[in-house]
């Protein structure tokens, strides 16, 4: 802490910075970061009491993303097989270069603060934010506790909110109001000697986790992440119960939990209604979680917090060098992003609807058709990479979609890609075509 931000703190100014971040998890980071990198003095500013605790997601993400993303390879690790079941169904896709992986949460969470303090940024732990500054309509800091529990003034042209699911900033300063459609998922991280550290499950049907899933991740040296997770209001089923009595309702799987025990105790809450409409306000960002910048495919948000944040901090850094935090300004963030992202979580979200309250008849059809695709292609869809070559490819696997309902979906999801004629069954059935 630099002299005059101490003086600052005993004197009840306000301490002033150029870039204000609210939340210390991998969209705040990564918004730090970035921001440093152009100039601005930023602050960090995070309610608990260490970055990376308590942890609230399972860590599944992409090799080739966390590679250009610069995390290095002891953070992540590497899955081989990745296996899909339903009630009464099961498929295996085998991977000799792996393409997903496990994070190890916190740890990838600190060597984000460790890039974003080298950059310049600083962090301050256990400084709990209470809510927006505003003056003539626009946001010009926040009011926020420090360790000491003293609520001072931290003021900056702009401010981003990377708090999460709270979506603090964004909320109270009435841009938009809070999720009303959420994942909520509970999970332990095992010691599990007897599970196969190859082998990464989801698992699907109203037995396990109804309107959800429940998963089983390893993430090395003999331990897994073992969760479930249920789309509210969707139903008032509690993942915490199904995830109790997994080993009871999916005995299939009791083999591989002999003789483990829990470590640690993980709860998360993700928002599952889409991007926000907006995101940005004069001098506010909003980013990650705190925008809806997630997939809701399959409640996914790291990297794509880590890609948001990193844009958010370059926007934010230009906006304090042109000395200009109006929203014509930062709405460029806005246009950035939706020209990078959208169309991918748009499509994401339209899967998200068809499949939350399926049945389990209906799960174990979906696991039929994912059974006809190649490995490569299972990846992309889990991914999310959309294409229009993807999404003609499944088709052609899977001819009858074309005479079911999935035909709306499909010829939408084309739409979005920027194809403006439906699919016809002519196409499918030739290849060349």
């Not at 896709?93 to 303090?117: I, S, T």
């Not at 698992?203 to 109804?210: R, T, W, Y």
């Amino acid at each position: 802490m630099a002299m005059d931000d101490l003086q600052a703190s005993t004197s009840g100014e306000a301490r002033r910075y150029d870039v204000i971040v609210v939340g210390g998890g991998p969209a705040g980071l990564s918004a730090a970061e970035t921001a440093a990198e152009g100039g601005a003095r930023v602050a960090v500013l995070e309610r608990q009491k260490e970055i990376g605790y308590p942890v609230h997601t399972s860590g599944g993400t992409w090799i080739s993303d966390m590679r250009a993303l610069g995390i290095p390879t002891d953070l992540f690790y590497p899955i081989r097989k990745v296996i899909f079941l339903s009630p009464r169904r099961q498929v295996q896709f085998d991977y000799a270069e792996p393409v997903c992986c496990v994070l190890d949460v916190r740890g990838l969470y600190q060597h984000l603060a460790g890039r974003a303090v080298a950059a310049g940024a600083e962090v301050h732990p256990n400084t709990p934010v209470e809510g927006p500054i505003l003056e003539d309509g626009r946001v010009v800091g926040v009011i926020a506790k420090d360790h000491r529990n003293r609520a001072g003034e931290w003021r900056a042209p702009v401010v981003v909110d990377a708090s999460g699911f709270s979506s603090t900033i964004i909320t109270r300063a009435g841009v938009r109001t809070g999720f009303r459609r959420y994942g909520f998922g509970a999970e332990y991280d095992l010691y599990a000697p007897n599970y196969d550290p190859n082998s990464l499950y989801l698992i699907m049907g109203s037995q396990v986790a109804p309107s959800g899933y429940a998963w089983a991740f390893p993430r090395g040296k003999g331990r897994v992440r073992l969760g479930v997770g249920v789309l509210r209001p969707d139903v008032d089923a509690d993942a915490r119960e199904y995830l109790d009595a997994f080993t009871e309702r999916l005995p299939s799987l009791a083999p591989a939990f002999v003789g483990a025990s829990p470590i640690e105790y993980h709860t998360g809450l993700f928002p599952s209604e889409g991007v926000v409409p907006r995101f940005v306000e004069s001098g506010l960002i909003a980013t990650g979680d705190a925008a809806g910048h997630g997939s809701t495919l399959v409640g996914e948000g790291i990297r794509f917090a880590i890609y948001s944040g990193r844009m958010a901090g370059t926007v934010a850094g230009e906006a304090v060098r042109a000395g200009d935090p109006s929203a014509a300004f930062l709405a460029r963030y806005d246009r950035q992003w939706r020209a990078r992202f959208g169309r991918e979580m748009e499509i994401s979200y339209i899967v998200n609807q068809r499949i939350a309250n399926w049945s389990d008849t209906q799960w174990d059809e979906g696991i039929e058709l994912l059974r006809r695709l190649s490995p490569g292609q299972a990846a992309e869809l889990l991914r999310g990479d959309y294409s229009v070559a993807l999404l003609l490819g499944v088709l052609r696997r899977n001819p009858k979609l074309l005479r079911s309902g999935a035909k709306k979906f499909f010829d939408l999801a084309l739409e979005r890609l920027g194809r403006a004629a439906p699919v016809t069954e002519a196409e499918v059935l030739t290849p060349n075509a």
